[in-house]
């Protein structure tokens, strides 16, 4: 909604507008009706966020509508898109000490304490996201209203940046939704659409644009009583309810997560466990608590990550290229996903293959992820509808994009980009999903091999972020620019990356996946090998990571890089893959799966020191991640870190391999791998730029 068309629904019925003080951060208006309108727009920034300064300007907002004693207040943004994103994040940075932490957490705390105070009806008016210490906000309204639009997003989700919700809103919103649903959502800091955030009771309405604007004063008119939790909901924060409750969720917790690396979410449930029937004390609380997480290793790492993200969204470039129609040509597991994930982000798309019954597949598994995401019946047929077989390729000429997802054979890519070539609007991305093949290798015969680019997403589609747009030194920047924009448009992280056998992530885990299947060998048991990994942060152990991906697609992988990284590749590989054990999809690899579970057995002990197994691993991902940065495969060290994080699911608390590096130390970490060289061989020799790296610190 355009903020001049947001404004010019009220600005009619003004009769006054607030010219007393004059503000930076908010605009003050009285309609007819003696509601004061207050809108929120942050200078010099296109998101409304919640920094000192904006938050000490609204507490004073809040002394001058309170002394004009108005018939109610509602509170909105006068920017383009979203409510409130939350906390400034980078002021976070800027934290030095747990007084520094408590003096901004008591700023909010203040200032939504006196907006809840007031006498008077108080609204918030959301459109777009409304998260963090906007939602905090919001509860400190007696009334929230949201527009029924799919771009909304309402939630609190601290815990991702490693701490709790600190302006108030655990205990308002617990008070509001009740404590199991309440602590859910701060828990998982899942965020909600208009729909749920109305089912759960989070917002009271939701209404569609035409009538936005009037609901707020006809809310603020009628003046119900605020909702509250039912009754039945409030027992649970009595004692004995609540330690029983307290208890379950950490024991859910514990099931994915642990503790020491991230200690937020299990500080929020000792929060409510400890003072759940008592607001005061529990505002209290919760401020003091999220004071001593915002200066701990993993909080200042997970806003580290928070930031690369951020870094990773603004790759996209506004040159007018907008694509609204792809065509995917390789209807497998990866080529069908990434139809079937466009389509979702509302592209119309074309999935072609040789012959119906390698589209079939696809179609299904599409339909499976959208009656899981979407759930109603209307919006599942509407995003099939945009999801067609095109067995002849007739949807090519118009698409805006196109993407090669066949069979990684080099003469067959080939053949098929030069009969493409003529086919294709001037202005169509030319694309390939190769896992590992180099761009170089894939442009002769071209008219133009500036157009190819590489654009290479991860398996699960639907779930990895990370995309990696591949370059060459042909490539035009126009090109790669415009795939990095269509990646931000459907919803993913583009990571410019120059071509290089395995790329960056491939190039990284191949060693690490190769050294899994030598430890293997040397005896250790598969569970072994991956309890280590998951106790280091991984959130999936190598060896069943290797099975997932298919051992098949981890040979032809480790093949393609054998020559450039010396590569020793295991016999047990290639005999598992000559006798058709190739992991999770045949139902037997290094595992035996059971409705695509592994069957594992307990972890065992061995002679060798679980810190050895660790090292071996995650030694071998440090050791490639120095040599990608020596060639300069990424732009610098903060975007390796990036790939590693979205594209591996390398663990966040550590704020990527290369930043463990700094933190674990660059020497120490050189001097390891000179002494595991003495013992394992030459594959742990330091690669040179730990020279350099060492020259840094």
């Not at 002021?91 to 520094?100: C, G, V």
């Not at 617990?174 to 909600?192: K, N, S």
Request: hydrophobic letters at 40%; charged letters at 25%; a neutral charge.
């Amino acid at each position: 909604m355009n903020a001049k068309v947001l404004t010019a629904g009220i600005a009619k019925n003004c009769k006054q507008t607030m010219e007393k003080k004059k503000y930076h951060h908010w605009k003050l208006e009285t309609d007819d009706d003696n509601i004061v309108w207050c809108y929120i727009d942050v200078k010099n920034s296109s998101t409304n966020v919640l920094s000192s300064e904006v938050l000490d300007e609204f507490s004073d907002v809040i002394d001058t509508v309170s002394a004009q004693a108005p018939a109610g207040m509602i509170i909105a943004s006068a920017k383009e898109k979203g409510f409130i994103a939350g906390a400034d994040i980078k002021e976070f940075t800027t934290i030095e000490d747990e007084k520094d932490a408590l003096t901004l957490l008591n700023r909010g705390h203040d200032a939504f304490s006196k907006l809840e105070a007031l006498s008077f009806p108080t609204l918030a008016l959301i459109k777009g996201f409304c998260l963090g210490g906007g939602l905090e906000l919001a509860l400190a309204c007696d009334y929230r209203i949201a527009l029924d639009d799919k771009n909304i997003r309402i939630g609190l989700p601290e815990v991702l940046l490693g701490i709790h919700p600190g302006f108030g809103g655990s205990m308002r919103l617990i008070r509001l939704v009740g404590p199991i649903l309440g602590m859910q959502l701060m828990l998982q800091g899942r965020t909600l659409d208009a729909r749920k955030a109305k089912s759960s009771g989070v917002v009271d309405y939701i209404v569609p644009e035409r009538q936005f604007m009037k609901s707020g004063p006809i809310q603020i008119q009628r003046k119900p009583l605020p909702k509250r939790a039912p009754r039945h909901l409030n027992i649970l924060n009595k004692l004995p309810f609540r330690q029983l409750l307290a208890k379950y969720l950490r024991h859910q917790l514990n099931k994915k997560i642990k503790q020491r690396h991230y200690p937020a979410p299990y500080k929020l449930i000792d929060v409510w466990e400890q003072y759940g029937d008592n607001e005061k004390a529990m505002l209290k609380a919760e401020a003091l608590s999220v004071a001593k997480l915002a200066n701990n290793k993993s909080s200042r790492n997970l806003v580290r990550v928070f930031l690369l993200q951020e870094r990773l969204k603004e790759n996209k470039h506004s040159d007018g290229f907008e694509p609204e129609n792809v065509h995917v040509i390789g209807a497998g597991v990866m080529g069908g996903d990434i139809a079937s994930w466009c389509a979702l982000q509302g592209m119309q798309v074309g999935l072609q293959d040789r012959e119906p019954k390698f589209i079939a597949p696809a179609i299904q598994r599409a339909s499976k992820l959208y009656k899981r995401r979407l759930k109603h019946p209307r919006l599942i047929r509407g995003v099939m509808d945009r999801l067609l077989p095109d067995l002849n390729g007739y949807n090519l000429n118009k698409a805006d994009v196109v993407i090669e997802a066949i069979v990684e054979n080099v003469e067959i890519k080939k053949e098929l980009f030069q009969d493409l070539e003529s086919k294709l609007k001037d202005d169509t991305i030319l694309a390939t999903n190769t896992s590992s093949i180099s761009l170089e290798l894939l442009t002769d015969g071209l008219k133009d091999p500036a157009r190819l680019v590489g654009i290479h997403f991860f398996n699960p589609v639907s779930r990895m972020q990370l995309v990696e747009i591949i370059y060459s030194a042909k490539t035009g920047k126009e090109w790669i620019e415009r795939a990095q924009s269509f990646c931000c448009q459907i919803g993913r992280l583009p990571l410019p990356v120059k071509s290089s056998p395995g790329f960056l992530v491939n190039r990284i885990l191949t060693p690490y996946l190769m050294e899994a299947m030598v430890l293997h060998e040397e005896g250790i048991s598969a569970e072994t090998i991956d309890k280590v990994a998951v106790d280091f942060g991984l959130p999936m152990g190598p060896v069943e990571l290797a099975d997932t991906v298919g051992l098949d697609i981890c040979l032809s992988v480790a093949k393609n890089l054998a020559e450039k990284l010396e590569l020793n590749i295991p016999q047990r590989l290639e005999d598992m893959v000559a006798k058709g054990m190739l992991g999770k999809k045949s139902g037997s690899g290094f595992y035996l799966y059971k409705n695509g579970e592994p069957q594992k057995q307990a972890s065992q002990s061995s002679g060798i020191q679980h810190r050895e197994i660790e090292d071996r691993l995650v030694l071998r991902i440090l050791n490639e991640c120095a040599a990608c940065l020596r060639e300069e495969l990424v732009a610098d060290a903060d975007m390796l870190d990036a790939g590693m994080i979205f594209g591996t699911g390398f663990p966040p608390f550590l704020g990527g391999p290369l930043n463990y590096a700094r933190s674990r130390g660059v020497k120490e970490i050189s001097s390891r791998l000179d002494e595991l060289k003495e013992k394992y061989g030459q594959r742990f020799t330091p690669d040179a730029h730990w020279e350099k790296l060492v020259e840094e610190t």
